[in-house]
């Protein structure tokens, strides 16, 4: 339930806000193309990452991107309420406020390192003295004006490019200037260890297998079939490194749906069949 709310436009769009939440509460975020920076001033909320339940508490900080599904953050408890800063990033807006080239935190990384699309950002003196600046505005309406909220805007991106996590969001904020691709990565990399085809990852792209497979290679330097085998191996590799799974445990693991198959793609990329890669690392 919401209690309170405030909030400033830029260009007709919704750019910071101030909310308390009383609990119990969910707040929803829309699938659109935009990342939201929350920031924690009182009390706390739970984010699902994957399978796992993240706490966000007090002075700390939530980035996440809203491109692929909707996300929701939320708080069970009966009696706890949360206050919350957030300012969210639009494309079309940032393009637009840097006219002549966008700050290297907007540019895509050189290298793909995940599809992230969320990051935790730990307690920040300087995040926290950014916060205590949009306060004074949020005090004193009057003096807020188009320049000002501009300014405040390309101050978070400046101090966001400077914390530990820089580089994920880095990730993250890039994926809203191709989100097509984003999302194409992300049916690609959920899938890479179960036996779907090369035609039923087409038709999730809604693709077809020409088309699906230029656009493979165009992101990936590779084809589907290369590196879908390649990645399942690696992890194969791994799993037979630092666990005790039984071989056809960890082929079937990774994708293989037979023993003969994964024996024998495994010795031609690593030359050593399973077994004895196993007991060579055990050595």
Do not use: H, W
């Not at 796992?52 to 706890?80: A, H, M, V, W």
Request: proline share 4%; aromatic share 12%.
């Amino acid at each position: 339930m919401i209690d309170n709310y405030k909030k400033y436009d830029l260009y007709g769009k919704t750019l910071i806000q101030k909310i308390v939440l009383k609990s119990p509460f969910t707040f929803d975020f829309p699938v659109t193309e935009q990342a939201c920076f929350l920031y924690v001033l009182e009390g706390d909320f739970e984010y699902q990452i994957d399978e796992q339940e993240i706490n966000i508490p007090t002075n700390y900080s939530l980035f996440l991107n809203c491109i692929n599904s909707g996300k929701q953050i939320r708080n069970s408890r009966l009696k706890d309420s949360c206050e919350l800063v957030i300012v969210t990033f639009y494309p079309d807006i940032l393009k637009k406020i840097y006219e002549r080239e966008l700050p290297s935190l907007l540019q895509a990384p050189k290298k793909i390192i995940s599809n992230t699309s969320s990051e935790i950002i730990s307690n920040d003196f300087l995040i926290q003295k950014y916060i205590d600046g949009l306060l004074f505005y949020f005090k004193n309406p009057s003096l807020v004006n188009e320049d000002i909220l501009i300014l405040k805007l390309k101050e978070i991106i400046l101090l966001l490019s400077q914390t530990q996590n820089a580089e994920t969001i880095q990730e993250i904020l890039s994926q809203l200037f191709s989100p097509k691709s984003y999302i194409f990565k992300q049916t690609i990399e959920s899938q890479l260890f179960s036996q779907v085809t090369i035609e039923e990852l087409a038709s999730q792209n809604n693709l077809s297998v020409s088309s699906f497979k230029r656009e493979f290679a165009k992101l990936y330097n590779d084809t589907p079939a290369n590196y879908i085998k390649t990645k399942k191996l690696e992890k194969a590799a791994e799993l037979l490194s630092v666990s005790d799974k039984r071989i056809t445990e960890i082929a079937f693991d990774c994708g293989f749906n037979d023993l003969a198959n994964f024996t024998k793609s495994f010795s031609n990329k690593y030359q050593i069949t399973p077994t004895n890669y196993r007991l060579k690392l055990k050595k």
